[in-house]
């Protein structure tokens, strides 16, 4: 199912064609995501790897991936400038130039600086290691946004209507930030609703409890209420409400009797959940028996896009989250 907006994204980079990093580029289901975007003309992959290697692994899997760049930390012939800023910018961490080049023999700090010194405009990693080994670069590197404190993330949902278009939703934070403070909410649900504005939603924000408008009393009551009139005070424009249980919040026959005042409770569609834990099991559970397909961990709030996937991926996958961190390029 094409997720929507989709066709739009591709319009947008063949319009301004993009270069992606791939921090595996022996994986089978990169291989595969790769040989598909050189038969388009809007991403060119950047494979990270020994070239001897990728390319048998590429003949084995019968992918093919000629015309793909090709880059080898042990044979980079940039390495020097490369540590030298690594160096730079890990200053006063102890890092020496020797430190700095074993360091960017790791396929993912390497992807990363290969970001940083504009060589990619956006990076795709995590098939094999942990959304941790792709955060940590980013972070130490690539650094976030003017204005930001956090990395967070969320995941966009998508779910085909009988009317042929699509449902769309964003969850927020799912997979980085495990207890976000207030100001920390703010942020993300403002990161959010910018994201899932590139999906075609006009976002209406729900700050998620277990309570709905004081029906309920405790701290993360609080927090969530409190995050809630953070956020409409610093982005005006955005719809907002909070906090709200989750009926209140996507059925308009609960909405009218719970909270009858709120103009968009009952049609919230982008959700800022309290913890990780309410986040990873929300969105599992809309993925799972609500028949959504979720894209993500879309990672939010750094100077360039970088996106980690699911060590369960497939190439489809891959290929579509290719598409859409180049787009946010």
Do not use: W
């Not at 970001?115 to 650094?143: E, N």
């Amino acid at each position: 199912m094409a997720i929507m907006g989709f066709g739009e994204l591709i319009g947008m980079l063949k319009k301004n064609p993009k270069k992606i990093v791939f921090t595996e580029g022996t994986d089978g289901r990169i291989l595969e995501a790769a040989s598909r975007l050189l038969a388009s003309n809007f991403l060119s992959p950047i494979l990270v790897g020994d070239e001897e290697a990728i390319f048998a692994a590429s003949e084995e899997c019968g992918y093919n991936i000629r015309g793909a760049e090709i880059l080898d930390p042990k044979k980079f012939d940039r390495m020097d400038e490369m540590a030298e800023m690594f160096c730079e910018l890990r200053k006063g961490k102890g890092v020496t130039i020797d430190k700095a080049k074993e360091t960017l023999l790791q396929g993912n700090y390497f992807g990363t600086m290969l970001v940083k010194m504009g060589m990619a405009d956006a990076l795709l990693g995590g098939a094999t290691y942990s959304t941790a080994d792709t955060v940590r670069p980013a972070l130490q590197l690539i650094k976030t946004k003017p204005g930001n404190s956090i990395v967070s993330s969320v995941f966009i949902l998508v779910r085909s209507r009988a009317t042929g278009d699509s449902e769309v939703l964003a969850m927020a934070d799912c997979a980085i930030n495990i207890r976000p403070t207030e100001d920390e909410l703010v942020e993300i649900a403002i990161e959010a609703s910018e994201c899932a504005k590139i999906f075609g939603v006009d976002p209406k924000v729900g700050f998620l409890s277990y309570s709905t408008f004081g029906s309920g009393a405790g701290e993360d009551v609080d927090r969530m209420r409190n995050a809630a009139e953070k956020t409409r005070l610093k982005a005006p424009d955005l719809a907002v409400e909070g906090e709200l249980q989750f009926d209140a919040a996507v059925s308009p026959r609960v909405a009218r009797t719970k909270c009858p005042e709120s103009e968009i409770a009952g049609h919230i569609n982008t959700f800022i959940f309290p913890d990780i834990s309410a986040g990873n099991i929300g969105y599992k559970i809309a993925q799972r028996l609500g028949g959504f397909e979720a894209y993500g961990p879309i990672l939010l709030g750094l100077n360039a896009p970088v996106n980690d996937l699911s060590r369960g991926c497939n190439a489809a996958e891959v290929y579509s989250m290719a598409i859409i961190t180049a787009a946010l390029a």
